[in-house]
């Protein structure tokens, strides 16, 4: 099983150019991040193409990764989540703000060699979620991970922009406060 | 109070960062902020950490293997530029780079500095360098140092030791890749001199190896090098 400190120690070999360690990372967070990209992308050919730049981005900043604080995993899910969200957002702007091609996910099934990646005690998150409004917690998830802006929640939810955005925020705010009493 | 809504403004805009909720101004001006500000950087880390955690149920799948093999194209693109690099050795053979080492052709140390630098415009500040080449034979009865000016491009050279033998002219070729020499023309006889390059030519330094040879006065008739070679350097990231 590859542990937290297994994927630091890849990531830091890798600020330094070692393939090995590349290839080690790939073969065990690969599924996971891929999974992301097609949650965020819905869409297999972009969803492979998101994934490869998403792991050349983390092969060319792994030197910038223990700047930021954050644990192996969030980062390495965080780069490919927003890179996944860039590119559905650009998509978007092309076509036209509306529908999505939602579409092949639901056919996606766990690949052979998807490795337990060591969860952080993340359960935390769904408790306070469930605490919030359902339209909140659904506004938060189709930020996160639909990529949506304040405008298209604002046109899902049939309110004005601004409105959104002030229930959002305070929303958060309950959130974080939940999430704060995390043991 | 204030404190409360400072601290409740930096939570809520840290939310909206992590969620991508921000516009591009408000995003550039929060970086700004978490690039140096440990406290934002540790509210940051808190919110990344647990909002990952809705990926928590999505399952792993795993990836088509042509992805692996782009990413390896893209990433180990200098591992490509190795194998060409080892594919030009084939040519300083054929050149006769290595009997002329071993024979002494010319008995010399030939130390070529390529320096190939990215030059701002002459007001600017400091170059950058970003190449540098080094070759070495037998004795130092020759060095010669070079360094290329991306603005003005051109390839300044500075024979410090050595010259050509009485009669005959050195001669600069680019091998770029398994590609055959290109001449990037005769060296002066002044010891320092500045070569024009071809953008071309010059897109192609990096990675590259570069030549000298022995030839007529005036240079090479044929487009390739008729004499020995002297030495060769290898263009490498400084």
Known sequence: ?????????????????????????????????????????????????????????????????????????????????????????????????????????????????????????????????????PDKAGAVRRAYLEGETYQELADHYDVPLNTVRTWLRRSLLKLRECLSHDG | MTDEFDRDEEHALTAEYVLGLLTEDETAAYEDVLSVDPDLRTEYAFWADRIVALTDDIAPVAPPPHVLTRIRETIFHEAAGDASRGAGGSWLRRLGLLPAMAGGLVAALLVLWVFTTMMPPTDGGDAALTYVAQIAADDDSLVVQASFDAAAGSLSVDRQVGAAPAGRALELWLIAGDNPPVSLGVMPEDRTATMPVSADLASQLSGGTLAISDEPAGGSTTGAPTGAVLATGQVTDA
């Not at chain 1, 965020?40 to 983390?58: H, S």
């Open chain 1, 1 to 133: 099983m590859t542990t937290t400190s297994d994927i630091e120690d890849m990531i830091a070999r890798m600020a330094i150019g070692d393939r090995a360690a590349f290839e080690g990372l790939y073969a065990a967070t690969s599924a996971k991040l891929f999974g992301v990209c097609l949650r965020v992308l819905g869409n297999r050919a972009e969803a492979e193409d998101a994934l490869q730049e998403a792991f050349v981005k983390i092969w060319r900043n792994a030197d910038r990764y223990r700047v930021n604080g954050l644990s192996p995993m969030t980062w390495l899910i965080t780069v490919t989540r927003n890179h996944s969200v860039d590119r559905v957002r650009a998509r978007r702007s092309k076509m036209g703000a509306g529908l999505d091609e939602a579409a092949d996910v639901a056919d996606s099934r766990p690949g052979p060699e998807a490795l337990a990646i060591a969860a952080s005690d993340r359960g935390r998150i769904v408790d306070c979620m469930g605490q919030l409004d």
